[in-house]
T-cell receptor, first 116, second 113 residues
Framework: AQSVTQPDIHITVSEGASLELRCNYS??????LFWYVQSPGQGLQLLLK??????LVQGIKGFEAEFKRSQSSFNLRKPSVHWSDAAEYFC??????????????FGTGTRLTIIP | NAGVTQTPKFQVLKTGQSMTLQCAQD?????MSWYRQDPGMGLRLIHY???????DQGEVPNGYNVSRSTTEDFPLRLLSAAPSQTSVYFC????????????FGSGTQLSVL
């Protein structure tokens, strides 16, 4: 079965600094990978996704992620964070069900705090 | 366009009580799912549906029932609530197929005493 590991439970970054959130996955085939963000008291919102092709994918809000098959990683990056980026970030891997749709397995999340 | 609507937002139950968490979407999505979110465990899939009349179990289905009689609605039933079911529950929907963006509701915070 697939799995996702987010090794950092909580990260604190200064506003304007760069950010990298780590994600490692375990999956037998080419993975479908996602990053979602959850603001306090809200549901999750998709930031970006990777299926195939270019290993560097761009998302919303200035985020990008790089797929590295050799390291089984899909780390999320942003060159300069804003206070509004404070949230919880979830990496997820998709498995194909018997019906042909995906079932997502989420990591445990990384909480991002931004300091002025 | 309301998106994915979950009701209620908060609920307190006593052990053994039953209740239904409601989920409705107005985007004509074929795929709907229920997740529970617990501290330190991320989101775990409870049940999902790929269309009216078609449901399947996810990672943690025990203690929960679902049905899908219409495209719009996907209720989650707790038949006999247990303290272990204290959690935040999220409903999500998407178009069918791989790689589709999941749209999440704002969640239901459930406490079972």
């Amino acid at each position: 079965a697939q799995s996702v590991t987010q090794p950092d439970i909580h990260i604190t970054v200064s506003e304007g600094a760069s950010l990298e959130l780590r994600c490692n996955y375990s999956y037998g085939a080419t993975p479908y990978l996602f990053w979602y963000v959850q603001s306090p008291g809200q549901g999750l919102q998709l930031l970006l996704k990777y299926f195939s092709g270019d290993t560097l994918v761009q998302g919303i809000k200035g985020f990008e992620a790089e797929f590295k098959r050799s390291q089984s990683s899909f780390n999320l990056r942003k060159p300069s964070v804003h206070w509004s980026d404070a949230a919880e970030y979830f990496c997820a891997v998709g498995d194909i069900s018997n019906f042909g749709n995906e079932k997502l397995t989420f990591g445990t999340g990384t909480r991002l705090t931004i300091i002025p | 366009n309301a998106g994915v609507t979950q009701t209620p937002k908060f609920q307190v139950l006593k052990t053994g009580q039953s209740m239904t968490l409601q989920c409705a979407q107005d985007m004509n999505h074929e795929y709907m799912s229920w997740y529970r979110q617990d501290p330190g465990m991320g989101l775990r899939l409870i049940h999902y549906s790929v269309g009216a009349g078609i449901t399947d179990q996810g990672e943690v289905p025990n203690g929960y029932n679902v049905s899908r009689s219409t495209t719009e609605d996907f209720p989650l039933r707790l038949l006999s609530a247990a303290p272990s079911q204290t959690s935040v529950y999220f409903c999500a929907s998407s178009y069918a197929g791989v790689g589709e963006k999941l749209f999440f509701g704002s969640g239901t915070q459930l406490s079972v005493l």
